[in-house]
Every structure is written in C-alpha cells, then in structure tokens.
C-alpha cells in the first residue's frame, strides 16, 4: 500500500501525523442549543483513533440570518468550554482538528418561522422557484465578516488548528463568489474584482483577530457545471487570488445544490472517476499551497491511485469515515477486506431514514446515519457487547439482513450456521449490484465473505442449503434468524405468465436474450435502475408507471436527479400515469388517462415491488424462537435490512 499518505504533512504551520482527512460533514449530534454534545464528541473520537490525521467538523458562523442546521454554533464565548472539551479529545490520539465556518444556504431554503433568506441579490429559492431572497444591505455583509472573524477566534480560543471557509456549492459565501448570483452594485458586486472584495475582507478580519499564522483552509467550486456558473478559467483566477490573500490550502468541489447536487454528493451511479480530482490537479498547478478535494476514494486502491496521479496532495473522504471509523488504521495495517465499505447509497448520511426529511430526502437536521453502519452516530451508547449466554443461532438467508445478523451473532460469542438456498451470499444486493455503474455495491458483498471467512470458527455458511420448516427443528438451534427476503409481487395483468415476460431480478442476474426493445413496467428505483441497466447495454427501453413520475419514493434528492439524467442520457421512454392492460405475445396494451395504445416489445419486464414473507417462521414459532429480519419482515432498503440483522443479533 502507498506509504507516502502516512507521512507527516503541513497545512500552514500545523504539522499533520499523515495526509488523511475527514471531510466536514454536517452530523445533527449537537445539543438543542447548538453546543458540542457527549455523542458528538464520541462521534469524532471514535474517528480520531481510528487514525486520520485531521478532522474537520461543520460549525455556522453567521447565526442571526440564514440558519444553517446540524451544526454547532460559534457566536459567543460561551460556547468555547464545550469546544475546548472536544479539541482536548481528539488531540489526544495525535489528531489534528479544523472546523468549517458556515454561513448558511442563502437562497436555497427559508430560515426558521418561514423568514426568507438573505443573499447578494434577489434568487428564486431553490424549494420556491416563484420566491425571491431578500438582498444582502452592505451593513449586513459587513456584520457577516465580523461574524466569521469572531467564530474563527472563538475556534481558535477551543483548540481548533485551523478554519475552513464554506465557500463553496452555492452556499452563501459562494454566492458571493459568483455572476450569476451576485449582481450588486455596490463595493462587493459587479467585475470579478470586485467580488473579490468580499474573501478579501473576510480573510483579512480573521488574520486581524487570530493572526496570520492561525490557518485558513477555503473550501472552492473550482468549477459549478452549469450554463452561467463559475468556469474553471474562473476558477483557476480564484485559486490564486484566495492564495494571494493569505488561505493556507484549498479544498475542490464542483457543482451546487439546486442545481446539480449529485456532482458535490455523488449517488452510487457515477462510473467515471469524480470530476473533482480533474479541477484540483488544475488548480494545483495554479497555486504553490496544499490543493485537496474528495469523491469517492474510500476503495483504497482508488485512493492510491489519485496520490500517486498527482491529483491532490492529500487524501479526503467522508462518508467512508461513517461506515468505518477504523478506515486509516486497517489500510495501514493492510487490512483492506477488514474496512467495511461505504456503498454511496446515501439513505442514511443524507435521507432520513425514518421519512422524517424536511425537503425531498434531505437529512438536513437529523443525526447522522449510515446505511453499513448502525452504530454511527450512537458511538458512545451502542455497542458490541458480549452474549451473557452463548447459544447456537441459525440464520436462515445470505443477503444483507442474515449476513450482518451472522457477523454480530458470532462477535457477541454465539455459535452461527447460515443456511443459504443458492450458490452465493449476498442476496438481492447481487440484482442490485448488476448494473456496471453500481461497483461499490459489489464491495460490500466481498466484505461479508471476508468476514464470514475470518469467523469460520464461530460461523458455519452452508451454500444450496434449502431451509423448510422441519430442517429448522431438527437443526439444534435455539434460535433462527429468518432473513429470507420478500417475495416479488406479480401485478395481475393478463398474460403476465408468458415466457417472454420477467421480473426485474431475473434481468439483473442473467439478460437472457431478450432482444432489443424492452418494456418495463413499474417506475419505482427497482424499476428504473433495471431500466438503467438494459439502457447501458444498448437496448431501447420503456418505462411505465402509473402514477405521474417516476422515482416517487423517498428517497435522497441526488440518487432520484442523477437517476433521471442517466435515464434521460440512455433516451429512456416513460410513460408515466399509464398502467399495462394486458399483454398478448408481443403486443402490450397500455392505458394512458383512459387512452389505450398498443405497442411491439421484445421482453416485458415487472418490478412492481415485494411483499413480506414470514410464513417459515410461523411454521415454527411454535417450537423454536426467533425473528423475522430484511426484506422478510417489512421490505425496503439495504439500510433496513443491516439493520435489521445488528439489532436482531444484538438483542440474543
């Protein structure tokens, strides 16, 4: 493995134990009233020995306008003890920590009580489109300055070793930054000159307050991505005007929220390496300080690869520090099948997985989650503890449910045997990995086996093992684990029992030969990532969905947008309020708003959903314990069902 990210590095005077960093991420563990609370702390330090070298936690500056949430508030002296208090903690495994000064979403979202937001000039809110925010007074802009100056020395007063600006993404500060959201016309408006004035005066306040050796990291778009956002040549300008104004380092971002998220928070269906990385090697030939950006390095091979191509001068992950906080310490170790991957799903780290998202999907003031992980953000009140008595626990299924309930069962001390009825684990994670733009998904597959591998002793995986209700009985256990999976739903539609007709799964696992021209019904993400998947390997689909879009799930605003750019780039067809009548060979009747058309399909496909299924259990339950877990249980999404199994096997 590549030795040169654990080296020491610097950013500014600060000496850092090796080049890997957590990126800031907004976590919702703070107090009510916005200080560092017990659990965040537990949050970090559980991150900070796991070895990374510098941590950078979310902080808003700015707290009287353009309230930004899941985040600490640095506004008063007051806050300081608390500060201090996790600085102390994470110093003590010899990590460093900085933390990004926020100044909210300016015109994306409304503050509390519905107040419209402030920004440089009048925007369609992001939520609203038909709503203005309310312009930016220059005694406002200048108490925003001050704001960040004081938040800046007041991290520095706790321990900080450095801040980093927000500006990026469309944020407020970026804004700024930006022609096509900044149109004033007093001193921090107008030519790119004058935009500048604003990063300058603001770098300026803080070195007055904290000096000019406390380093300031600003978090850029080197690029947005879209018509009438910054361009890299703008950027390229940025880079050396942020350096020449006193910024110790740069981090790279592309793209804005509300306009093309999916490129600042990737879903699983990139298949190219992230755009970042191209902009920051751009940018590090700009400048002479440290250039670093992020997006989806957690494969440490990837990681390697984007050091050793020269693209950033350190290594930047975020949401693979919430799946494994142990991420540095296992690749150093060359542990690589211990570090359990992150898939990108973004159920957990973005969508709330309780449905409780205030926009579509969007975690904004929830505690973070994650999908791989049920202990993330519960580190200081969940844990492995060992079984006060040790039983033999039978799991009956191999996919995601049974084979984390496996795992938990065997690290508490019981003794595990996993019956799986096919030739593989890993369930319908395996369908939804087929697509080849959905790799990450295959990793956390090869995580399981190496694990299940690792814990031969205390676990016993049986392949072609079909479990009826006898078989379990007869096998011993005290108790069963049923993790079966759901049962695919089959919409009545006559015809629907042709030979030429499929679910969806049978498509992700093997394409048959099914021609060319394909029919799916069902424009749920099953469906369309299934339509997704026929669209890459060049077939013309059709996608039909009764309700009037596709993608109506809750479900993170990036997966469903990125899903529907793919979609749209294949030239997909949907047909949405439209139902399938009946099917006849080849021919499809489709029903739209009353309307029938019959249309030509090679291969009808339906991916209409599951239904639980407890029957094996209930054959059971009457001579043995146990519980049903996943798709088994209540279908939904790989999240539910690790879940699902940790809590199962943490409750023998």
């Known amino acids: 493995m590549l030795k040169e990210i654990f080296k020491q590095a610097y950013i500014g005077n600060v000496r850092l134990k090796n080049r890997i960093i957590m990126a800031p991420m907004g976590d919702g563990l703070q107090t009510s009233n916005k200080d560092v609370s017990e659990t965040e702390i537990a949050y970090f330090v559980e991150r900070a020995k796991g070895g990374v070298g510098l941590i950078f936690q979310n902080g808003l500056a700015c707290c009287s306008f353009n309230i930004l949430a899941g985040t600490v508030w640095l506004d008063t002296p007051s806050r300081v003890s608390r500060l201090s208090t996790l600085t102390k903690a994470i110093h003590?495994?010899?990590?460093?920590?900085?933390?990004?000064?926020?100044?909210?979403?300016?015109?994306?979202?409304?503050?509390?009580?519905?107040?419209?937001?402030?920004?440089?000039?009048?925007?369609?809110?992001?939520?609203?489109?038909?709503?203005?925010?309310?312009?930016?007074?220059?005694?406002?802009?200048?108490?925003?300055?001050?704001?960040?100056?004081?938040?800046?020395?007041?991290?520095?007063?706790?321990?900080?070793?450095?801040?980093?600006?927000?500006?990026?993404?469309?944020?407020?500060?970026?804004?700024?930054?930006?022609?096509?959201?900044?149109?004033?016309?007093?001193?921090?408006?107008?030519?790119?000159?004058?935009?500048?004035?604003?990063?300058?005066?603001l770098i300026a306040?803080?070195?007055?307050?904290?000096?000019?050796?406390?380093?300031?990291?600003?978090?850029?778009?080197?690029?947005?991505?879209?018509?009438?956002?910054?361009?890299?040549?703008?950027?390229?300008?940025?880079?050396?005007?942020?350096?020449?104004?006193?910024?110790?380092?740069?981090?790279?971002?592309?793209?804005?929220?509300?306009?093309?998220?999916?490129?600042?928070?990737?879903?699983?269906?990139?298949?190219?390496?992230?755009?970042?990385?191209?902009?920051?090697?751009?940018?590090?030939?700009a400048v002479s300080i440290p250039v670093f950006t992020q997006g989806r390095v957690g494969d440490p091979a990837e990681a390697e690869a984007v050091y050793k191509e020269g693209k950033t001068d350190f290594i930047v992950l975020g949401r693979s520090f919430l799946a494994d906080p142990e991420w540095v310490n296992k690749v150093r170790e060359e542990r690589i099948e211990d570090i359990v991957p992150c898939i990108c799903c973004l159920d957990g780290c973005i969508g709330a997985p309780n449905s409780m998202a205030p926009l579509d999907g969007y975690n904004e003031d929830s505690p973070v989650y994650c999908a791989v992980n049920p202990m993330c953000g519960q580190e200081g009140n969940v844990h492995i503890q060992a079984a006060a008595v040790k039983k033999k626990i039978l799991v009956v299924g191999a996919g995601p449910a049974g084979m984390e309930a496996a795992l938990i069962a065997a690290q508490r001390g019981h003794a595990v045997e996993v019956w799986e009825k096919t030739t593989s684990v890993g369930g319908t994670v395996l369908c939804a990995a087929a697509p080849a733009n959905k790799k990450d998904l295959r990793r956390l597959i090869e995580y399981y086996k190496a694990q299940i591998y690792k814990h031969s002793a205390s676990i016993r995986l049986r392949l072609n093992q079909l479990a009826t209700p006898e078989d379990i009985v007869n096998s011993g256990a005290d108790y069963v684990i049923v993790a079966t999976g759901g049962t695919d739903i089959v919409p009545p539609i006559p015809g629907i029992q042709q030979a030429n007709v499929y679910n969806a799964r049978e498509i992700l696992m093997d394409m048959h030969f099914i021609?060319?021209?394909?029919?799916?019904?069902?424009?749920?993400?099953?469906?369309?990532?299934?339509?997704?998947?026929?669209?890459?390997?060049?077939?013309?689909?059709?996608?039909?969905?009764?309700?009037?879009?596709?993608?109506?799930?809750?479900?993170?605003?990036?997966?469903?947008?990125?899903?529907?750019?793919?979609?749209?780039?294949?030239?997909?067809?949907?047909?949405?309020?439209?139902?399938?009548?009946?099917?006849?060979?080849?021919?499809?009747?489709?029903?739209?708003d009353g309307s029938c058309t019959a249309l030509i399909f090679d291969a009808i496909v339906y991916a209409v959903g599951k239904k639980a299924d407890s029957s094996l259990l209930d054959a059971v339950s009457d001579r043995i314990e146990g519980i049903v877990v996943g798709d088994a249980a209540a279908p939904g999404k790989i999240l539910n069902a690790i879940w699902d199994g940790f809590a199962a096997a943490s409750s023998i």
């Open 205 to 285: 306040a803080i070195q007055e307050k904290c000096g000019r050796d406390y380093p300031i990291v600003w978090k850029m778009c080197a690029e947005h991505g879209f018509e009438g956002g910054r361009t890299i040549e703008e950027g390229i300008k940025l880079a050396r005007a942020l350096e020449e104004a006193g910024c110790a380092a740069l981090q790279i971002d592309v793209g804005a929220y509300g306009v093309n998220s999916w490129m600042l928070i990737q879903p699983v269906y990139h298949l190219e390496r992230m755009r970042q990385f191209e902009d920051a090697a751009i940018i590090k030939k």
């Open 92 to 201: 003590s495994y010899g990590t460093k920590i900085g933390i990004m000064l926020a100044g909210g979403f300016g015109y994306s979202l409304r503050g509390s009580g519905g107040t419209l937001p402030l920004s440089p000039s009048p925007t369609p809110l992001m939520t609203e489109p038909g709503v203005l925010s309310q312009e930016m007074t220059t005694e406002q802009i200048y108490t925003l300055i001050g704001d960040f100056a004081n938040a800046a020395h007041l991290a520095q007063r706790a321990g900080y070793d450095m801040v980093s600006i927000q500006g990026y993404a469309g944020y407020l500060l970026d804004q700024f930054l930006t022609e096509k959201w900044n149109q004033r016309t007093d001193e921090f408006g107008g030519s790119f000159e004058k935009r500048l004035n604003f990063p300058r005066k």
């Open 515 to 592: 021609g060319r021209n394909v029919l799916v019904i069902g424009g749920g993400f099953v469906g369309c990532e299934t339509a997704m998947h026929l669209g890459y390997e060049g077939r013309k689909v059709t996608v039909v969905e009764m309700r009037e879009d596709i993608l109506l799930e809750h479900a993170p605003i990036q997966n469903k947008t990125m899903l529907k750019k793919i979609l749209r780039d294949y030239g997909v067809e949907l047909m949405t309020k439209s139902k399938v009548v009946s099917i006849d060979g080849n021919q499809v009747t489709v029903d739209t």
